[in-house]
């Protein structure tokens, strides 16, 4: 049963960034709701604004260059956009927490491990306490042992083995995929509601990132979680994502269960993904059967973006943004001439 209020709604989220060139329209209605529990992936080609909307959720968007247009972000019914600054600061890392792509640019490098993340949980235990399993009468030493001593905690919980002598080395003395671990305990230790993860995998191997997947699975699943997972890799979202949104330059074109979504797609720009996916010797990121490119976003094609290079297109397609339709109760796809469930 669907609950009344998303954790997470970004209703017709719209967004322009100026730039040198002019002025880009980079979100062009983003609709997606995000029930507890749920892992979304959210998948596109490059530039078509899945980091942005990321950050929008949790305002990390700079204001300019970027500009919201119009629509809302709801965060357990509450709008974030019309937040105040100290009020986003409270949400973050502790309702609300973020996973980026590169370790090596989230680690302080003269900080050791464990304390790194014991900071991350004495900052959020300021607030709740009972993140570090104290009341709100524990003075600052004992706060900073309860720290240290999840700290470790979470280091085992992620898979690191020998996790109390671990978190005295600096991130240095661990390899790309423990680091990785690492941003997935900070992530974790204020047990947030929602995790926002932009490529947490891409710089690592395929077996560790299916190592890392499996970890981040089975974390979010055991604390109800729920999880917006950027990527532009459908292998990953068929390996642990329960839902999936495709987008194309700005827009949600296609959203549903993963398994419906990729086994009946409906959307010409989700076959094309699928039909793209990597096998040897292909060039990262290159789609086949797919003629021309992402559209310029300063000059946005009329109607639906992705016509010009659509083989389903009509001149009605040029008219306007097709309306969502119900391929069933729970997955849409945003065209005027979807292909058939199951065709
Ligand atoms: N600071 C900025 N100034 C100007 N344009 C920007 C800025 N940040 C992003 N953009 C533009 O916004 C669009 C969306 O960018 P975004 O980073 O969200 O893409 P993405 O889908 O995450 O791509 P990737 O898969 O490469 O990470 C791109 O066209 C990008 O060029
Ligand atoms: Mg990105």
Redesign the pocket.
């Known amino acids: 049963m669907k609950a009344a209020v998303p954790l997470l709604h970004i209703d017709n989220l719209h967004l322009t960034?100026?730039?040198f060139e002019g002025e880009?329209h980079?979100?062009n209605g983003v609709d997606l709701a995000l029930e507890r529990g749920e892992i979304w992936g959210l998948a596109?080609?490059?530039?078509?604004?899945?980091?942005?909307?990321?950050?929008s959720v949790s305002r990390l968007?700079?204001t300019p260059?970027?500009q919201y247009r119009g629509g809302r972000i709801l965060f357990d019914g509450q709008d974030v956009l019309g937040l105040s600054e100290r009020a986003m600061r409270h949400l973050r890392g502790r309702a609300i927490s973020m996973i980026f792509?590169d370790p090596s640019t989230n680690l302080n490098p003269v900080l050791r491990v464990g304390e790194q993340i014991a900071d991350v949980a004495y900052e959020i235990g300021r607030h709740a306490p009972e993140v570090l399993g104290l009341d709100e009468r524990a003075g600052h030493l004992r706060r900073r042992r309860a720290a240290r001593a999840l700290a470790v905690q979470m280091l085992e919980r992620v898979g690191i083995p020998d996790a109390a002598r671990r978190a005295q080395d600096y991130p240095h003395q661990f390899s790309g995929g423990m680091r990785q671990r690492v941003l997935i305990a900070m992530a974790l230790v204020g047990q947030p509601r929602l995790l926002i993860a932009?490529?947490p995998t891409t710089a690592l191997d395929v077996t560790l990132q299916a190592q890392i997947l499996d970890l981040l699975s089975g974390l979010v699943r055991d604390s109800g979680t729920a999880v917006l997972m950027?990527t532009?890799n459908l292998g990953v979202v068929a390996q642990i994502c329960s839902h999936v949104a495709v987008?194309y330059a700005?827009h949600v074109v296609e959203a549903g269960p993963t398994r419906s979504v990729l086994q009946s797609p409906c959307h010409p720009y989700t076959r094309a993904l699928l039909a793209a996916l990597p096998r040897p010797g292909m060039a990262r990121g290159q789609l086949t059967n797919l003629p021309g490119r992402?559209p310029d976003?300063i000059h946005p094609p009329p109607g639906c973006r992705f016509a010009p290079r659509c083989a389903r297109a009509s001149s009605a397609c040029a008219q306007q943004t097709p309306a969502y339709r119900d391929v069933s109760p729970t997955h849409r796809v945003a065209c005027l001439h979807p292909h058939e469930e199951g065709a």
């Open positions: 960034m100026r730039s880009a980079v979100l596109g080609e490059t530039g078509c604004g899945k980091s942005i909307t990321g950050l968007v700079k260059p970027a792509q932009d490529e950027i532009h987008m700005g992402v976003l």
